[in-house]
């Protein structure tokens, strides 16, 4: 492979495209979950595939956490659409040379999860090979209220938020997040909304994925930008921040007058939410102070 | 691990069904696809993950068929429940010292068999790895007429069909079969089908899968059961139609009257059907002479 996996995407995308001639489609690839038009409610739909080595390290890891993870990343998909999560199915390539509780111990972690977020583990299928451990989870979840939030409706003048801090999601949150689903759903219920993604790939390369679907640009307040902290107490840095990736925090966007009621909203379920910068009629993502924001964001390695 | 596979997806099954909690569920694991009680229509939601090495070998493979094949099992599982295809999601793990023209074809493969059956490819993760390529389809689809066809309903004294040919898949036809879709919905709104299954492990294997889930048990016509042929126009043996796997043809059953009728009936879509036995109130697959069938069925292995 010497094509990039972003321009591989982009000719699997057009292909995908071409197959929609029954025009189900409201939403097809390049939101955070597929959108489909269903009598008695839309339909969302999407899938993560993780793997060893990749997404997280079997060797070293508790079994159950991955599990969870491969849930939780497809329950973000999810909150990014403010959905309510309904179904999955969980398909495993097992390698052989594991100790039998392993798989058992990842499929615990992952309905242990379930059943936290009322989600039905309704199928999948399991294999075993002379590989590395493979998960994919696809999730179907159901629309609320106006019809799921998109990431192409941010307009110049909106202010920007995200759910928590960021960054060094590699320590461990990774594989500990809780999805936003019942701040995303408390947000569009009380708040026109234009504009949602969830932070996988860093809040950098995820605002750039909205302002490419909405038009624009964005100017973000360095300050203003939360960060994790290290072990030792000490924050991350701001490219840590925008880079790092995984955070499966919500960055959303709602009108300026909207911002102002939600910055004194005592009954969003979340912890402290943070009003990051705001959309901007010119291209481009900066900083407030004017200096230019070239951070490409996360490509996933091995962690 | 020493656990076989059949004893893990035991208790994997188990571990999911403890997370339906909402009730959502009218079939979960151990048919052909889930069935969720959803308003405006049940919905069908199933997962099939092909591996290289396992279900297909990518080296000596035209990267279209192995596409192709990734999306037909799961039209097969929907087709075996005499639903429509809706859409589908593709997670792909991608060997990185593969030429770039590789993946492109498979998903060529996938998205031409997509149009023909008008299922819409709508999301899915792609992955570049240093390993065997991996592909995953999670598939939706309605339910038709009178709601799916389950594997539990078939009855003492009902006859037993398959809608052709079966063993030697591994000469090619699993890379090339036609999921048996209209003929499953022609047969659901024309007779009262009373189980159904389509046959990825083995006839002898998926049959028991529909006597333990219906009750009872089967009577085989040795001479009924439809031999594909090798290449040298020989025909296979008894025991590689009843194991080899693959075929991907539906095997079902309905009352004997309706049996009558279906044998004359020149509006089925598909080829020649082929009644091959009855349903017995004592357990146990034997053929009419009384002999036991012991074979135990496909499992999977390299191809």
């Given at each position: 492979?010497t094509l990039?996996?972003?321009?591989?995407?982009?000719?699997?995308?057009?292909?995908?495209?071409?197959?929609?001639?029954?025009?189900?489609?409201?939403?097809?690839?390049?939101?955070?979950?597929?959108?489909?038009?269903?009598?008695?409610?839309?339909?969302?739909?999407?899938?993560d595939?993780?793997?060893?080595?990749?997404?997280?390290?079997?060797?070293?890891?508790?079994?159950?956490?991955?599990?969870?993870?491969a849930?939780?990343?497809?329950?973000?998909?999810i909150a990014?659409?403010?959905g309510?999560?309904?179904?999955?199915?969980?398909?495993?390539?097992?390698?052989?040379?594991?100790?039998?509780?392993?798989?058992?111990?990842i499929?615990?972690?992952l309905?242990?999860l379930?059943?936290?977020?009322?989600?039905?583990?309704?199928?999948?299928?399991?294999?075993?090979?002379?590989?590395?451990?493979?998960?994919?989870?696809?999730?179907?979840?159901?629309?609320?209220?106006?019809?799921?939030?998109?990431?192409?409706?941010?307009?110049p003048?909106?202010?920007?938020?995200?759910?928590?801090?960021?960054?060094?999601?590699?320590l461990?949150?990774?594989?500990?997040?809780?999805?936003?689903?019942?701040?995303?759903?408390?947000?569009?219920?009380?708040?026109?909304?234009?504009?949602?993604?969830?932070?996988?790939?860093?809040?950098?390369?995820?605002?750039?994925?909205?302002?490419?679907?909405?038009?624009?640009?964005?100017?973000?307040?360095?300050?203003?930008?939360?960060?994790?902290?290290?072990?030792?107490?000490?924050?991350?840095?701001?490219?840590q921040?925008?880079?790092?990736?995984?955070?499966?925090?919500?960055?959303?966007?709602?009108?300026?007058?909207?911002?102002?009621?939600?910055?004194?909203?005592?009954?969003?379920?979340?912890?402290?939410?943070?009003?990051?910068?705001?959309?901007?009629p010119?291209?481009?993502?900066?900083?407030?102070?004017?200096?230019?924001?070239?951070?490409?964001g996360?490509?996933?390695?091995?962690?």
């Amino acid at each position: 492979m010497t094509l990039p996996e972003t321009r591989l995407i982009e000719k699997i995308k057009k292909m995908a495209a071409g197959t929609d001639s029954r025009k189900r489609l409201i939403t097809g690839i390049g939101d955070d979950t597929a959108v489909l038009k269903r009598p008695g409610g839309n339909l969302l739909f999407a899938a993560d595939m993780l793997m060893d080595g990749t997404h997280f390290n079997l060797q070293g890891t508790e079994p159950e956490l991955i599990g969870r993870k491969a849930l939780a990343v497809n329950l973000s998909d999810i909150a990014a659409m403010a959905g309510i999560p309904l179904a999955v199915t969980v398909s495993l390539a097992i390698p052989d040379n594991i100790p039998d509780d392993i798989p058992l111990r990842i499929m615990s972690g992952l309905s242990d999860l379930a059943k936290e977020y009322e989600v039905t583990v309704c199928g999948g299928d399991t294999n075993i090979w002379k590989n590395p451990l493979v998960i994919d989870v696809a999730v179907i979840g159901e629309a609320t209220g106006r019809g799921p939030v998109l990431r192409g409706g941010a307009q110049p003048g909106d202010h920007i938020f995200v759910t928590g801090p960021l960054g060094l999601s590699i320590l461990g949150r990774h594989l500990r997040f809780c999805p936003r689903l019942s701040e995303a759903q408390y947000l569009h219920k009380n708040y026109l909304l234009t504009s949602m993604i969830d932070i996988s790939d860093g809040l950098a390369k995820d605002l750039r994925h909205v302002l490419e679907m909405s038009g624009g640009g964005a100017t973000l307040n360095r300050e203003s930008i939360p960060l994790n902290r290290n072990p030792d107490g000490s924050e991350c840095s701001i490219d840590q921040a925008l880079a790092d990736g995984e955070d499966f925090e919500l960055c959303f966007t709602v009108a300026r007058d909207a911002a102002e009621i939600l910055k004194r909203d005592t009954g969003y379920p979340g912890g402290p939410l943070h009003e990051i910068g705001v959309i901007t009629p010119e291209r481009g993502l900066r900083f407030a102070d004017g200096q230019e924001i070239t951070i490409s964001g996360y490509e996933h390695g091995v962690r």
